[in-house]
């Protein structure tokens, strides 16, 4: 009977050590759990307390380790450890991807490494619009995407890269049709002219390209009277008309003699008076000098200026005038009598106003 007492007492104790162990094993696995799940669901952005979200640029060739550092700069990180070791977790340290993301403030580990990883950007919004020099395009689009704004500028003076879509330097800003485009921000040069040959394909359907036929214009003639329509008129009603007039006149053989060409090839873009000593400038963009359209556009024309050119009126004009009470109206002739009587009365306005040149 004691020896007997003796094992249960034992086995009492061994019993007793195990519940311990189970016991510890238990609190050990709840504090790994519960830190695993801080480090996994606890807020760690911080946007500013006047927004509730930002956006966060991850530029091309980024490492991991600069992301990271560049999301403590801006104060957006909250716990940079818990970060880096989600991040190893999660496989994202050798997976990062450039562009735009959207930070919500109190976003976890897990939601923002996720979105990262999987490079779920913001798309960004290219606005074309506005636009009459190169360099006013590309300054218009490098604000807007990560493409290099050198590279751009030197592609859109490139004609060995730009005869691969179809222009060359003097007329590649047909290329561009002024809308709202949605984008990647870390879209390439590459990337955004084989978008915008896209656009410009779409654009050109078949009705408008029969249009142009009609018109007795090629598309890229199109753009560039319509550009030179654009500079002219800020009233779209006034546009089919002048089309008609530019229109007539190219069919007859008369000079266009339009004023826009004139300010683009001295690039001197406030002139109101286009005096004699303008008219004299050696440029293929005078067309007080040269016949024909110019060898490419002056601006890049909106859409309404373009389908103007497409919807010209047929009228029998072939002069044209500001009026002189200066409301950006214009009155027209079918003789050079007419005309000269229009246009010496704008001169005697430009006179009275003390406009010189």
Not at 3 to 28: A, D, E, F, P, Y
Not at 201 to 210: E, G, S, T
Not at 272 to 293: A, C, H, Q
Request: proline residues 4%.
């Amino acid at each position: 009977m004691v020896k007997t007492k003796k094992r249960v007492r034992k086995q009492s104790g061994i019993g007793c050590n195990i519940g311990i162990i189970i016991l510890i094993v238990i609190l050990v696995c709840i504090i790994i759990g519960y830190f695993g799940y801080v480090r996994f669901f606890s807020p760690n952005i911080h946007t500013s307390a006047a927004k509730e979200q930002s956006y966060f640029y991850i530029p091309t060739g980024s490492t991991f380790s600069q992301v990271e550092n560049q999301l403590i700069k801006s104060n957006y990180l909250i716990d940079s450890k818990s970060f880096e070791w989600m991040a190893a977790k999660m496989n994202y340290t050798h997976h990062v991807r450039p562009g735009k993301y959207l930070l919500k403030d109190r976003m976890n580990n897990r939601e923002l490494i996720h979105m990262l990883r999987a490079g779920i950007q913001v798309p960004v919004r290219v606005i074309i619009n506005n636009v009459r020099l190169k360099k006013d395009l590309v300054s218009q689009v490098s604000k807007q995407i990560e493409a290099d704004s050198i590279a751009l500028y030197e592609l859109l003076n490139n004609d060995a890269a730009l005869s691969g879509y179809g222009f060359n330097k003097y007329n590649v800003m047909a290329l561009f049709i002024p809308n709202t485009y949605d984008f990647y921000w870390n879209t390439s040069v590459e990337e955004f002219m084989g978008r915008m040959r896209k656009e410009y394909k779409k654009f050109w359907n078949d009705d408008r390209i029969q249009k142009s036929k009609l018109a007795g214009l090629r598309p890229l003639e199109v753009s560039v009277l319509a550009s030179i329509i654009e500079e002219e008129t800020q009233k779209n009603s006034e546009k089919p008309i002048i089309a008609g007039v530019y229109i007539n006149r190219l069919r007859k053989g008369i000079l266009l003699q339009a004023d826009p060409t004139i300010r683009f090839a001295c690039g001197d873009f406030k002139i109101k008076r286009v005096l004699k000593k303008y008219k004299e400038i050696d440029s293929k963009y005078n067309t007080y000098m040269y016949p024909g359209l110019p060898p490419g556009p002056i601006c890049i024309p909106s859409i309404s200026s373009l389908d103007a050119v497409l919807n010209y009126q047929r009228n029998d004009f072939i002069y044209f005038c500001a009026k002189d009470d200066f409301s950006g109206y214009h009155t027209y002739a079918r003789t050079l009598e007419q005309h000269n009587r229009n246009a010496q009365r704008y001169q005697n306005a430009l006179n009275r106003a003390g406009i010189l040149h």
